[in-house]
């Protein structure tokens, strides 16, 4: 059983939003969003830039899509650094050659 929305950490947003109009319905589809800060910064905007609410909702969500589909995983992250950086390095050892002790404040 879910907990009650109130109870939802923040890190469940995509967990939050669903649409509410069934199949068949002649209502246009309807996101909720259960969070007061994403709420009251979509009616903010909205007031601002003196446009609906969705379409902020749908140009914040375009915008994002947008940013991070260009992402890489991480695990394509590592297979290109392997492949471009194939020389292995001893992070240790460069540590230790760059290591210099420190003098002191002089009094």
């Known amino acids: 059983m879910e907990p009650p929305s109130h ?10 939003l ?3 109009c069934q199949p068949g319905d ?4 309807q996101l909720s969003v259960r969070s007061a800060k994403a ?17 902020i909702v749908e140009r914040a969500l375009e915008d994002y ?11 394509e992250f590592l297979s290109r650094l392997r492949r471009e950086c194939s020389e292995d390095i001893d992070l240790d050892e460069v540590i230790r ?3 210099k002790p420190h ?4 009094l």
């Open 103 to 106: 003098s002191g404040i002089d």
């Open 97 to 99: 050659a760059n290591k």
């Open 7 to 16: 109870q939802l950490p923040s890190s469940h947003l995509c967990d939050t």
């Open 39 to 55: 709420r009251e910064i979509a009616h903010r905007l909205a007031r601002r830039e003196q446009r609906t609410i969705a379409s």
């Open 65 to 75: 899509e947008a940013r991070h589909e260009k992402r890489e995983s991480a695990a």
């Open 26 to 29: 002649d209502m246009q589809p």
């Open 18 to 20: 669903e649409t509410l």
